[in-house]
T-cell receptor, first 111, second 112 residues
C-alpha cells in the first residue's frame, strides 16, 4: 500500500463548480497534514495545513478524518487559475523534518 | 517569488560526467532538503540536513552525494549517473522542527 494515495485524475470541471479531492494515508502515527499545489513545470507550494477540526481558507476547505486516515480538499467556485496538481502531504517523522508526498491529483478548470 | 534558488535550471550530462547542483535559500531557514520528482511518480525525499547535519539518507545510491557547507547552501554532487536518474531535482528549505517547506524551482536533469 502506498504511504499516501491520491486519485491522479484529471478532474475536468467548469468554472464555478465545486470539486473535492480525497487522499488516504497509511501511517496511523502521522500527526501533520498539508495540501500543496504544483503548477505545470513549477515547484510545489504550500496551499494549506489540515487541522483536526477542519479548516477553511477562502474558497478552500480541508478536512481530516483520523479514524479513516483520510484527508479531503474542497474547492468552491472554481477559477481557471485553480488548474494545477494538488499534492496531499503527511509527516513521516515526529521531529518536524520529513514529509511524504502523494502522487497528486490534477485539476483542470475549463471556461 | 521564491526565496529558494537553484542552479542550473537545466542540465544535460553524460553517464561518465561529474556535475553539481546548487541550492541557496534566503529565508533564514536552518533545514534543507533534496527531492527527486520523476514523471508519474510522487516526490521522493533524498536527503535532509537539519542545523547543517545530515538527518536522512533514504537509501539513495552513492552516485548522489550531498554537501551542506552552511545553513544557506546545499549542493548535490553527481557522478556516473544512469539514464533513469533523469528527473526534476527540487531543493526545499524550512525551519528545523517545522513541516512547512519552501521549494526552489528545480533543476531538470537529463542523463544521456
Amino acid at each position: 500500500r502506498k504511504e499516501v494515495e491520491q486519485d491522479p485524475g484529471p478532474f475536468n470541471v467548469p468554472e464555478g463548480a465545486t470539486v473535492a479531492f480525497n487522499c488516504t494515508y497509511s501511517n496511523s502515527a502521522s500527526q501533520s497534514f498539508f495540501w500543496y499545489r504544483q503548477d505545470c513545470r513549477k515547484e510545489p507550494k504550500l496551499l494549506m495545513s489540515v487541522y483536526s477540526s477542519g479548516n477553511e481558507d477562502g474558497r478552500f476547505t480541508a478536512q481530516l478524518n483520523r479514524a479513516s486516515q483520510y484527508i479531503s480538499l474542497l474547492i468552491r467556485d472554481s477559477k481557471l487559475s485553480d488548474s494545477a496538481t494538488y499534492l496531499c502531504v503527511v509527516n513521516r517523522d515526529n521531529a518536524g523534518n520529513m514529509l511524504t508526498f502523494g502522487g497528486g491529483t490534477r485539476l483542470m478548470v475549463k471556461p | 517569488e521564491t526565496g529558494v534558488t537553484q542552479t542550473p535550471r537545466h542540465l544535460v550530462m553524460g553517464m561518465t560526467n561529474k556535475k553539481s547542483l546548487k541550492c541557496e535559500q534566503h529565508l533564514g531557514h536552518n533545514a534543507m532538503y533534496w527531492y527527486k520528482q520523476s514523471a508519474k511518480k510522487p516526490l521522493e525525499l533524498m536527503f535532509v540536513y537539519s542545523l547543517e547535519e545530515r538527518v536522512e539518507n533514504n537509501s539513495v545510491p552513492s552516485r548522489f552525494s550531498p554537501e551542506c557547507p552552511n545553513s544557506s547552501h546545499l549542493f548535490l554532487h553527481l557522478h556516473t549517473l544512469q539514464p533513469e536518474d533523469s528527473a526534476l531535482y527540487l531543493c526545499a528549505s524550512g525551519l528545523a522542527g517545522s513541516y512547512e517547506q519552501y521549494f526552489g524551482p528545480g533543476t531538470r536533469l537529463t542523463v544521456t
